[in-house]
């Protein structure tokens, strides 16, 4: 009976000895969630780091579009997720003031998700049909003090960064529009290019191609600096305009995953983001975008977050935005 219990014993070592070792994330393909539609800011900068994470960590990186409500949709399957490093998104800014929004999110983004690394960030620009006769920043103010809600302006959806920019201009200066809400900046730069409305706030990255082109004239750009792919347009601190001396606005991407992420995946994928986006060839795909490519720790991209939700969203209570 020793003898028998003695084997089992020891039989029962040999199999755990010969059991394989967990695995090393990653140890399959990872799935970064753009919860727009293909095309835009989010859908390319999903784009350009899954490539170079591919790379990095060695495994398959798939990037999956699911749009609807301002990014909420696909934002819930990500927060609904397993934490286990697999499921990933990438959101801008917006991540904070679309829930105020809506007021009726399908989670607390505070909670539901781990921040893991800025990726870019672009300033917004100002637009207008090249045969307009606003040729200043000045001028758009103007026209919007001395005439309220006369002009009309472009943007690309309620509770975007554009739709922020221009709350954000008419409550430090007084001036007021009529907003246009497109689903899509793109939608909305053709009706500025065919005159159907005289301006648009859009990110730069998606207008320097109608800008180049002469299809629209930029008027102001919200970076701190001006930008070196349109050293001839100024910013909005240039203005003139008292109020605004101070003003810089961006949006800015970030990666994410669910929260409760182990620390060490976190860890990991902090570090690979470091590798991403500090690549000369990443950087240079970002800055062919206007956009400035630097990552970030955790707390840092969190940081920013808290700032957006203490600046941004009490504006957007007070005037009372809510989606159409």
């Known amino acids: 009976m020793r003898f028998t219990k003695a084997i089992a014993g020891a039989l029962g070592f040999a199999l755990l000895a010969v059991q394989p070792a967990a695995a090393e994330y990653p140890d399959k393909p990872i799935r970064i969630m753009a919860p727009y539609a293909p095309g835009g800011n989010i859908d390319v900068t999903a784009r350009i780091i899954a490539d170079k994470l591919r790379e990095v960590l060695s495994v398959t990186v798939l990037v999956e579009n699911k749009a609807g409500a301002s990014g909420m949709i ?189 620390p060490e995946v976190l860890a990991k994928l902090n570090e690979a983001m470091v590798k991403v986006l500090t690549d000369p060839a990443t950087v240079k795909r970002f800055a062919d975008l206007t956009a400035e490519a630097s990552p970030s720790t955790p707390q840092e991209l969190a940081a920013m977050l808290d700032k957006e939700d203490r600046t941004v969203v009490p504006l957007l209570k007070k005037l009372g935005v809510k989606a159409e």
């Open 74 to 262: 696909g934002g819930d399957v990500v927060a609904r997720s397993a934490p286990d490093g697999y499921n990933l998104m990438v959101a801008a800014n917006s991540l904070v003031d679309v829930p105020v929004i809506y007021g009726n999110a399908p989670y607390d983004w505070k909670t539901a998700f781990q921040p893991i690394s800025h990726i870019q960030a672009v300033p917004a620009v100002l637009v207008v049909n090249p045969s307009s006769p606003i040729k200043t920043l000045a001028d758009f103010i103007k026209i919007g003090r001395e005439t309220p809600g006369k002009l009309a302006i472009a943007d690309s959806g309620v509770g975007t960064t554009n739709h922020i920019v221009i709350e954000l201009l008419g409550d430090a200066t007084g001036a007021k529009y009529t907003l246009v809400h497109y689903k899509g900046s793109g939608a909305a730069a053709i009706d500025v290019i065919a005159g159907q409305v005289p301006a648009q706030v859009d990110q730069l990255n998606s207008a320097i191609g109608h800008i180049k082109a002469g299809k629209l004239r930029a008027i102001a750009v919200s970076s701190d600096k001006r930008v070196p792919e349109l050293p001839d347009v100024p910013t909005v601190k240039e203005s003139g305009i008292k109020e605004l001396s101070d003003f810089t606005y961006s949006t800015y991407t970030g990666l994410f995953g669910p929260a409760k992420m182990p």
